[in-house]
């Protein structure tokens, strides 16, 4: 579409953007565990939890009628079904599973209470526009490595509606239904499970021998890897790019989620840079280097200024065809 980046491209979905209808707010129910927490500020679930979701039918993640999100985790104390609906002034919140409390209780940083929206500046009209306009953007802090790590590495090189298939297919495979209420939600595998997947089914999932083997290496250190979650941005990349397979492109988007990191630039991306040239200064063909250099500004929050670009979605023509979609699970 010109004018628009590809909506079945990694970059796109980066973007963050997932719709959470308007719906009453429900209240907590019966079932679970519950907590109700008042966010310091504005607060838009949709773009706050969007980048969690790995496309329209990740089977971690659904939002409902009645404005709620639903997602789940595997936390360090187990599995957990976590559902958060924002009424008025305070966020409702219900867990369900081992790994309930620690999903009650790191639901603030989750929602992005460890952000400081008020440390970006904007300099450039287009960021200045889509920052006013989205005064409820929070940046996420999952505390958890590998639920990110895992569907990054599956997106390596490939569209996104490949790397969502595989998602979809393993997590339903090798996952666990989800504790709760919900029967269409899985839990993903634990770190023992990935390793335990025989090659023919990472075949039939259209993942190559490169990166299933990266996951493989990721979930045999799942413990150390997990450590730097509690890491400063610089340190925790170290950690990460340590695993072979696992490079820039890769530990940034695990760590803009896992860390809540607003400096993880994402670099070696086939869109990003071209995108950020035309938006900041109409070169649609920068790279890198280019890319860094419009950023420079933004430092220490260069990720958030990278969001707010491609959420505001002025993006160069296209001129090429799409990135070629292959299915090896069919050869």
Not at 81 to 103: F, I, K, M, S
Not at 319 to 324: I, K, L, S, V
């Amino acid at each position: 579409m010109a004018g628009r980046f590809d909506p079945l491209t990694p970059t796109a979905a980066r973007g963050g953007r997932t719709g959470v209808p308007a719906g009453p707010g429900r209240r907590v129910g019966a079932g679970g565990r519950s907590r109700v927490w008042a966010p310091p500020g504005p607060l838009d679930l949709g773009l706050t939890l969007g980048p969690l979701r790995r496309g329209p039918a990740d089977p971690t993640f659904r939002t409902t009628p009645d404005g709620s999100v639903w997602k789940t985790s595997r936390t360090p104390d187990g599995p957990a079904t976590l559902r958060v609906a924002a009424a008025a002034h305070e966020v409702h919140a219900e867990a369900w599973g081992p790994g309930a409390a620690w999903a009650l209780d790191t639901l603030p940083a989750l929602l992005g209470a460890d952000d400081d929206p008020a440390a970006f500046v904007p300099r450039h009209r287009l960021l200045h526009s889509s920052h006013r306009r989205r005064p409820g953007l929070r940046l996420t802090r999952t505390g958890l490595v590998l639920e990110s790590l895992v569907p990054t590495v599956l997106e390596q090189k490939v569209t996104a509606d490949e790397a969502y298939r595989a998602w979809r297919r393993l997590v339903r495979q090798y996952g666990e239904p989800a504790p709760g209420p919900r029967q269409d939600l899985y839990v993903m595998p634990s770190a023992r499970t990935w390793t335990l997947i025989p090659s023919w089914d990472w075949h039939r999932a259209g993942v190559d021998m490169k990166r299933s083997a990266t996951i493989l290496r990721a979930a045999r250190v799942a413990n150390r890897l997990e450590e730097a979650a509690a890491m400063e941005p610089l340190a925790a990349a170290r950690r990460l790019e340590a695993v072979p397979g696992i490079g820039p492109w890769t530990s940034a988007e695990t760590l803009q989620r896992s860390n809540g990191a607003p400096d993880a630039v994402t670099t070696g991306d086939l869109h990003l840079p071209g995108i950020i040239g035309y938006a900041l200064a109409g070169d649609r063909d920068a790279d890198d280097a280019v890319m860094l250099e419009l950023l420079a500004p933004y430092a220490g929050q260069r990720h958030r200024a990278a969001r707010l670009v491609l959420l505001a979605g002025h993006a160069p023509p296209r001129r090429a065809p799409r990135m070629y979609r292959t299915d090896i699970g069919k050869l």
